[in-house]
């Protein structure tokens, strides 16, 4: 009887302690949000300079995902004050030949690395032999963005503390449209790690941002020369007509509201 009471009394124990443990934890998230909130409100009207400046200075393990026509000018913001920013870039396997010559002549004209990061061969192999080479079309591109795009970036973001982004509000109004300047990347953020993720375009335009370019001489993808706007792999874009939206180029089959290709599914999750 002596042991069965304190057998008792030490799952009590270790129950009490086990919820202190977690209100601890939620205490303390809670803390961190309210702190990220508190930033994002000091910084949601200060300039994209200013919002880069600040993530490079306060975040050692930092680096800007790089795509597009946005991403290039974070790198031409930031490396006008820090010569080696960190960056990297997606390689999916199935970009278009224009995208891999810009990620070369960002590569050059900026002189910095650019760590290229590829799929699992064999995950790809396996989803080509199951479904051929243009499954999305028939059940959505959520699958294959996962292999090719979504693993790849969160095995890179299990590396760093924070991450930089192109994303603006206007781009994707069904998804984007919240997008804050700091914000804790709940979708790649873990229990024992948390990701903080920084868009210091998110209160720009298309017009700002292609003012910028032209004004600081700035590479660009010459897909954009062709009536491109928003580019992604090839199978998934086209290019767009006058007064259509950008968005309206990438996964053109799918519903507006799920035009996330899983590197930002948080934006999703909002509008759900």
């Known amino acids: 009887m002596l042991q069965l009471s304190f057998l ?5 124990l270790n129950n009490t302690k086990t919820k202190i443990n977690n209100l601890a934890i939620k205490t303390t998230m809670s803390s961190k949000e309210s702190n990220l909130e508190e930033l994002a409100n000091e910084y949601k009207n ?8 600040f993530a490079l200075e306060n975040f050692d393990n930092i680096a800007i995902s790089f795509s597009g026509a946005e991403d290039v000018v974070l790198i031409d913001m930031a490396t006008k004050f820090k010569s080696d920013v960190k960056v990297f870039s997606l390689d999916t396997g199935r970009l278009h030949a224009e995208t891999y010559r810009f990620i070369e002549q960002v590569r050059e004209h900026y002189n910095i690395e650019i760590d290229v990061l590829s799929p699992d061969s064999e ?6 032999r199951e479904k051929g080479l243009y499954s ?4 959505g591109h959520k699958e294959c963005c996962g292999i090719r795009k979504v693993i790849p970036l969160r095995q890179k973001l299990i590396s760093l503390d924070a991450w930089v982004t192109g994303q603006r509000k206007d781009q994707s109004p ?4 919240d997008v804050p300047v700091v914000e804790r990347d709940d979708a790649f953020s873990t229990i024992d790690k948390e990701l903080i993720k920084f868009n210091p375009l998110s209160n720009w335009s298309s017009a700002d941002v292609w003012e910028y370019i032209r004004s600081n001489d700035v590479p660009f993808n010459a897909l954009h020369q062709q009536g491109y706007i928003s580019i992604g792999c090839e199978p998934c874009t086209r290019a767009v007509l006058p007064n ?5 180029g990438r996964w053109w089959w799918e519903e507006a509201t799920q035009k996330e290709c899983g590197l930002h599914a948080g934006n999703v999750k909002q509008k759900s």
């Open 136 to 139: 999305f079309y028939n059940d």
């Open 244 to 248: 259509q939206h950008e968005r309206e």
């Open 123 to 128: 995950s790809v192999q396996n989803l080509v």
């Open 46 to 53: 200060r300039s994209p300079v200013a919002i880069i400046k």
């Open 174 to 177: 069904d998804t984007r449209n």
């Open 8 to 12: 008792i009394k030490l799952s009590f």
